[in-house]
């Protein structure tokens, strides 16, 4: 089976602590690829990351980090320094074949609340 | 810049009416999707498109129905709303998969939604 799970649903830290969250999949797929987006209040998910699973490398972009652990199936998003603005829904999503076609696979988001 | 437009931000509509969600993405991408988000579910996948006039059901279709006649446009239909219906809709698109390579599944661009209310 194919999922995601985003066992956090709502973190709130105080502006500048750094937080991470977590995201696990299971696919038994050799070839997908793990996303993360952001929905700010606006409504609208926007593109973070696109890893794929012959990527093993982290990434960072700015305060941005993401931890890819295939040993653990974890793609955990870190921001550092957090600031307001980062409060937001954040879906980590999968892409594995189902059925012959790739398809997309979210969790339920984590909801962070980035206090001033 | 990418765009993804829906043609409602807010809709309110009644039980039985049929309602039209349309979506209209700039970016010539083969892949076109519509997901509903529910408080606690996420999102889930309604139907999607690879190509025009081609389309396959997602994981909850049943109530909906979709049309893709141009390639930049990918409508969703409620035949009949139903108040289990009121949900944020939300479109997608991206380009396309290659089902045997594994470099060419890309990342969704999606719409601001619809916050679609039927009473």
């Known amino acids: 089976a194919q999922k995601v799970t985003q066992a956090q649903t709502e973190i709130s830290v105080v502006e500048k602590e750094d937080v991470t969250l977590d995201c696990v999949y299971e696919t038994r797929d050799t070839t997908y690829y793990l996303f993360w987006y952001k929905q700010p209040p606006s409504g609208e998910l926007v593109f973070l990351i696109r890893r794929n699973s012959f990527d093993e490398q982290n990434e960072i972009s700015g305060r941005y980090s993401w931890n890819f652990q295939k040993s653990t199936s974890s793609f955990n998003f870190t921001i550092t320094a957090s600031q307001v603005v980062d409060s937001a829904v954040y879906f980590c999503?999968?892409?594995?074949?189902?059925?012959?076609?790739?398809?997309?696979?979210f969790g339920t988001g984590t909801r962070l609340k980035v206090l001033a | 810049d990418v765009k993804v437009t829906q043609s409602s931000r807010y809709l309110v509509k009644r039980t039985g009416e049929k309602v039209f969600l349309e979506c209209v993405q700039d970016?010539?991408?083969?892949?076109m999707f519509w997901y509903r988000q529910d408080p606690g579910l996420g999102l889930r996948l309604i139907y999607f498109s690879y190509d025009v006039k081609m389309k396959e059901k997602g994981d909850i279709p049943e109530g909906y129905s979709v049309s893709r006649e141009k390639k930049e446009r990918f409508s969703l239909i409620l035949e009949s709303a139903s108040t289990n219906q009121t949900s944020m809709y939300l479109c997608?698109?991206?380009?396309?998969?290659?089902?045997?390579?594994?470099?060419?599944?890309?990342?969704?661009?999606f719409g601001p939604g619809t916050r679609l209310t039927v009473t």
């Open positions: 999503a999968l892409s594995a074949r189902i059925l012959g076609t790739y398809k997309y696979i």
């Open positions: 970016m010539d991408h083969e892949n």
């Open positions: 997608a698109s991206s380009s396309l998969f290659a089902g045997d390579s594994p470099r060419r599944v890309y990342e969704q661009y």
